[in-house]
């Protein structure tokens, strides 16, 4: 084929991904979604020697139950206070507004914000909202019925990818494969860990701290936690404006409240439970964040930083390590390699040289 040829393909995927983004990402989420399903799966059966097809849907049913229990115990206290927060917000921060106005700085910076807003037409806010509604509703079935497939049987869909690729290039594809899902499943433990001990540690806090609707203020910090560094700060806006609409000094407890947990995750918890998962550069995870929210909204800023992780993992796997011949990942390759090996008579049977 020649290059003009190879630079057409090229150029076609790269319109394909581009004008089906959204739906691509989608399917990524659902693939974590998996990942973190499967994982309980199996260690389930490890432990109570179910296969495992039982042992994921003990998992779903498990999962479906808790939400349900943790529903029925405290879903009218979080309805209270959701709605109690979407009162309280424009309250204390026109209250924050009118005390900033009372200097010449803030009277300044209230103008300049005054004048790039504006007030939308009633009809389009609504078209929009019920546009963004339907756009969530079809994501969530998307990625949940994509993750409950490849979970229940990922075998079909590892030997479809593997089947795109050349036979010689096959056992570097599929140590590439489970490389990556290595590195994601570690990655997601740690994030549902951090998620569920920073939510309690906010709700606590913010409770013994005196502010007002604790226990959503908490919710909203455990969930926006699985967004790093984008969501604690989306988190804690909420929280340090009732605060600050109380008194300065309760703000002053939430702000040290809010550095005291963040430090302890990010200096403590996540490099304890993520040893395993690739590292990545701060400035890289922010492009990332930054670089798919604008091209994908809120969906790209949901799976940019796993999505960047697996990039990083093909990176490193396939130039860092297999043309510069320098070995970076170490055990993930090697458990990698073993894998294989265990899967060349199961779901890879046929397609390895």
Not at 59 to 73: D, R, S, Y
Not at 211 to 218: D, R, S
Not at 311 to 319: H, I, P, S, T
């Amino acid at each position: 084929m020649t290059r003009l040829g190879k630079a057409a393909i090229i150029g076609g995927i790269g319109l394909l991904v581009w004008f089906a983004l959204d739906l691509l990402l989608m399917v990524f989420a659902g693939v974590l979604l998996a990942i973190f399903l499967r994982t309980l799966a199996v260690s389930l059966s490890r432990a109570t020697g179910l296969s495992t097809g039982y042992a994921l849907a003990s998992v779903v049913f498990g999962l479906i139950g808790i939400t349900v229990l943790a529903g029925w115990l405290y879903a009218p206290r979080l309805a209270e206070q959701s709605d109690r927060l979407t009162e309280s917000l424009p309250q204390a921060f026109s209250d924050l507004t009118s005390r900033v106005q009372e200097y010449d700085w803030g009277r300044w910076l209230v103008d300049q914000v005054s004048s790039t807003a504006s007030d939308g037409d009633v009809v389009t806010q609504a078209q929009t909202m019920a546009s963004r509604i339907m756009s969530v509703g079809v994501a969530l079935v998307v990625i949940l019925f994509t993750g409950l497939y490849l979970a229940a049987e990922p075998g079909p869909y590892v030997r479809g990818v593997l089947r795109l690729v050349p036979p010689a290039r096959r056992l570097q594809a599929a140590e590439l494969l489970f490389t990556i899902g290595r590195v994601l499943q570690w990655w997601l433990l740690g994030q549902a860990l951090a998620m569920a001990i920073v939510g309690i540690a906010m709700g606590l806090g913010l409770w013994l701290i005196g502010v007002q609707l604790a226990l959503i203020l908490g919710v909203l910090a455990g969930l926006f936690e699985f967004i790093p560094f984008v969501g604690p700060l989306l988190a804690f806006g909420p929280a340090i404006l009732l605060a600050l609409a109380n008194s300065g000094e309760q703000a002053a407890y939430v702000l040290g409240l809010y550095l005291v947990i963040q430090t302890l995750e990010g200096y403590v918890l996540t490099p304890l439970v993520q040893r395993k998962a690739i590292e990545l550069p701060p400035v890289l995870t922010i492009v990332a964040q930054v670089g798919l929210s604008m091209a994908a909204g809120a969906i790209g800023l949901l799976v940019a930083v796993p999505l960047a992780a697996a990039g990083m993992v093909a990176v490193q796997l396939l130039y860092v390590e297999d043309r510069l011949g320098d070995d970076v990942l170490g055990e993930m390759r090697e458990e990698a390699q073993r894998t294989v090996e265990q899967e060349r008579s199961g779901m890879l049977e046929g397609l390895l040289p």
